[in-house]
């Protein structure tokens, strides 16, 4: 390797330690050079596999297309972490360059003609190899691969399913980047007086927001999540309410960022797309290597849980309407959220803004890394002297018992200009032992409203829940342990990933972490008891999601508006007036600018998961069971996709899942 000095810092491994990104040197004019030579040099690679003279195997084929485009895999994992986390002007419109430009490589690919002979001759030969659990997986997915990416097509089905792909990455960026900018372009300016209601952390945010835009004294509400439900849950003025809640659920439909003809020309395009691949429609080809393997699997377990669902929303629209009655207020769908807090408050003596005294981000955070602890005897140590990509970001070394390093984690988790919305991890790097061991870089990113300089930021249960959630993704990422690097941690199916976040965002609500926080026993108790209220109505309004999703992507009739289709189908499931989809279509960036495209069911397929889950530890009497976290680390985190994900299911329970546990959860049963 060259000298650091000479060292490219996006192409090449830095000096730092676990070869960590170094973000002082990376700057956005230099990806574009990467990139096209990082391609250049993956192409290269490519053919000198399809181009081996000597029989296909297993390792000059299938591990070969492992180490080919190692470069390539670098610039890409940094440029989607800053082009989410750090995005401006510059880095923006270089977006649809690099989409197309990765998008063409992959495209051919899957086409080289010679490269899957060798790969299909490796599949066709492969019970003969002596190939063990994880090879065979790998020869299988990478087969399965090159036949979604039209390797069995014709020519002109080959033109065609270029010609789609590259539509698809652009009107995809496009989608992305106009929910960016409607949420940017918005602003609510409160005054003092029009605060009543709102939390103290809410105020001094949205103080130092307006004060920041030039307007000292004032309050600014933009359009992230946490602003939106933060009002629609605390604010006594309706008429605010119902203003955000208009902005907020019609974000892009219609206007200067309009997605939705977007919508209906991405949902035409993975149409034909899968029709040309042999199927009936787009969700028949998502679903082929997921957990549920059909749409009407998923469908089947989304209409369960709909009806109880259902039963239970109605039962508490009229506890909440008995309480808008004082008020005199016929309930509205910006009315939901407010009078549900009431109840909370006044039945269950849950103030929400008292709970953010205690879940703090820093003691949230410190609670999740001792959760880690506790379970898995894994310690995470800040490491300043790591070059992180904002003032906000925290560099964190993380190793085992034994004091031995497994890898990196950085944190990002506080709302600013230019960052995505919402909350996700990503993989700077991702662990493998194909040529030495290799360990893993993670990261995590959030947009909770930070405090004031002197104060402390403070989290809702729900906030406080994400971060959980992002950091069971990491831990997925931090504790893998494979040897191919397409196996590795998060890289598992759609429907099984979500199972390990949403299995970690038990501990925060449990009595032995709250109490670690300084949650007094009587909030502690309040907390587990309101838990139960609302759950028809967040169950309703994530189900409508994903049953829009899933029905949206089995639709063979192309003549309809995806407006219309979906209008059509929550009347056919009979959606109540008064909830509506979690996410709107012109703003559902999980399907429409990420990888959740007939899969955002999945949230609910991995709930059953790690709700059964997660009742092993409850039966054990020690949610913190030294034997049940080794053998879920084990079984389950450490194995990513080296073998079926219901193997692993069933290796940590010792049967397949049982969704009644889930239905407890949610007081449905």
């Known amino acids: 390797m060259a000298d650091a000095i000479d060292a490219d810092p996006l192409l090449d491994e830095s000096e730092l330690p676990f070869a960590a990104p170094d973000f002082r040197r ?22 000198a596999i399809s181009d081996n003279p000597a029989a296909p195997s297993f390792d000059n084929s299938i591990v070969a297309l492992e180490r080919a485009g190692a470069r390539l895999a670098r610039v890409r994992r940094i440029f989607w972490a800053l082009s989410s986390a750090r995005s401006d002007e510059a880095m923006r419109s270089i977006e649809p360059d690099i989409s197309a430009l990765l998008t063409r490589h992959g495209t051919a690919i899957s086409h080289n003609r010679r490269l899957f002979e060798r790969v299909r001759a490796v599949w066709e030969g492969r019970e003969t190899m002596g190939l063990d659990q994880a090879q065979l997986r790998l020869v299988e997915d990478s087969h399965r691969g090159f036949i979604n990416g039209g390797a069995l097509l014709d020519g002109v089905g080959k033109v065609r399913f270029a010609e789609i792909d590259q539509a698809l990455s652009a009107l995809s960026t496009r989608f992305g980047q106009n929910v960016l900018a409607a949420a940017q372009d918005w602003e609510m300016y409160l005054e003092p007086a029009d605060l009543d209601g709102l939390p103290d952390p809410m105020r001094d945010a949205s103080a130092r927001r307006a004060e920041a835009r030039g307007h000292p004294g004032r309050h600014l509400l933009t359009l992230d999540r946490g602003d939106a439900e933060g009002l629609l849950t605390f604010s006594r003025r309706r008429d605010l309410r119902e203003r955000m809640w208009h902005a907020f659920t019609t974000r892009c439909d219609g206007g200067a960022h309009d997605n939705r003809a977007i919508v209906d020309e991405i949902l035409a395009l993975r149409h034909e797309r899968a029709v040309l691949l042999g199927h009936a429609c787009y969700a028949d080809y998502a679903l082929a290597d997921s957990m549920a393997k059909i749409p009407e699997a998923a469908s089947e377990l989304l209409m369960r849980v709909w ?7 109605a039962s508490e629209q009229r506890e909440l309407q008995r309480l808008a009655d004082a008020d005199n207020i016929v309930l509205a769908p910006w009315d939901w959220r407010y009078y549900s807090e009431q109840i909370r408050r006044d039945r269950y003596a849950l103030d929400g803004g008292e709970v953010k005294r205690y879940l703090t981000l820093d003691t949230v955070r410190e609670a999740a890394f001792a959760t880690a602890n506790s379970l ?23 190793s085992d018992a034994g004091g031995s390093p497994l890898g990196l984690l950085y944190t990002d988790y506080l709302a600013r200009s230019g960052k995505h919305g919402g909350a ?29 300089p002197n104060a402390e930021t403070g989290l809702s249960i729900d906030e406080a829940r994400t971060l959980f959630h992002e950091f069971g993704h990491a831990l997925h990422a931090l504790l893998s342990d494979v040897v191919y690097p397409s196996q590795a941690g998060t890289a598992v199916a759609r429907d099984f990933v979500e199972f390990p976040s949403k299995f970690l965002e038990h501990w925060i609500v449990s009595p032995e972490t709250l ?11 309040a907390i587990g008891r309101a838990d139960d209220f609302g759950q028809g109505f967040m169950t309703i309004e994530f189900l409508a999601s994903a049953i829009l999703d899933l029905e949206l992507h089995r639709s063979v009739e192309l003549n309809p508006r995806s407006s219309e289709l979906a209008a059509a189908t929550l009347a056919a499931i009979t959606m109540p007036p008064l909830i509506v989809p979690r996410h709107g279509l012109t703003h559902f960036t999980h399907v429409f600018d990420g990888g959740y495209a007939s899969a955002y069911y999945s949230y609910l397929w991995s709930e059953v998961l790690d709700a059964d889950a997660f009742a092993a530890f409850t039966e054990s009497g020690n949610i913190f069971d030294p034997a049940l976290a080794a053998r879920f680390r084990i079984e389950v985190l450490a194995r990513g996709n080296s073998r079926d994900p219901m193997a692993s299911f069933v290796a940590f329970r010792g049967r397949t899942p049982d969704e009644a546990a889930l239905l407890r959860e949610r007081a449905f049963q």
């Open 307 to 313: 009806s109880p669902a259902l039963r239970q929303a």
């Open 515 to 525: 109490d670690r926080l300084g949650v007094p026993p009587a909030l502690t108790a």
């Open 26 to 47: 990376i700057e956005t004019e230099r990806f574009l050079p990467a990139f096209q030579t990082a391609i250049d040099e993956a192409a290269r690679e490519i053919a």
């Open 376 to 398: 898995y005897g894994i310690a995470l140590v800040p490491n300043s002297d790591l070059p992180v990509w904002h003032q906000d970001v925290t560099a964190w070394t993380v």
């Open 424 to 452: 996700w991890m990503g993989s700077l790097r991702v662990q493998e032992k194909l040529d030495g061991r290799v360990l893993p870089i993670a990261y995590l990113v959030a947009n909770f409203a930070k405090a004031s």
